[in-house]
């Protein structure tokens, strides 16, 4: 069975920083993409980032570029999310998926997390 964890939400000040964990299990992380998306209240979701666990390649939105650094612990099936210089406009809800490739076309990713709520207060 496939699981992804995210962990690592909460409520910071503008400027400050967070990371969040997503961790997986159930399939062969080696061969798979993971990627954050977040909804905020009333809006879309947005793709955040997606790193390829096999070669490392990462992607970001351009809302995040500069600000934003997707990672991949293979040997802990774990993908971070470190976010600094945060905005308000960053609060969401935040959710981390597993496809086969990176794209920001939500329906390719069939296995998402249960997600966790960013609050960024100004």
């Known amino acids: 069975e496939v699981q992804l964890v995210e962990s690592g939400g909460g409520l910071v000040q503008a400027g400050g920083s967070l990371r969040l964990s997503c961790a997986a299990s159930?399939?062969?992380?080696?061969?798979?993409?993971i990627a954050w998306f977040r909804q905020a209240p009333g809006k879309e979701h947005e793709g955040v980032s997606c790193?390829?666990?096999?070669?490392?390649?990462?992607a970001y939105g351009d809302s995040v570029k500069g600000r934003f650094s997707i990672s991949s612990d293979n040997a802990k099936n774990t993908v971070y999310l470190q976010m600094n210089s945060l905005k308000p406009e960053d609060t969401a809800v935040y959710y981390c998926?597993?496809?086969?490739?990176?794209?920001?076309?939500?329906?390719?990713?069939?296995?998402w997390g249960q997600g966790t709520q960013v609050t960024v207060s100004s």
């Open positions: 790193i390829s666990s096999s070669d490392g390649r990462a």
């Open positions: 159930g399939f062969t992380f080696d061969d798979y993409a």
């Open positions: 998926a597993a496809g086969s490739f990176c794209t920001w076309y939500r329906m390719h990713y069939t296995d």
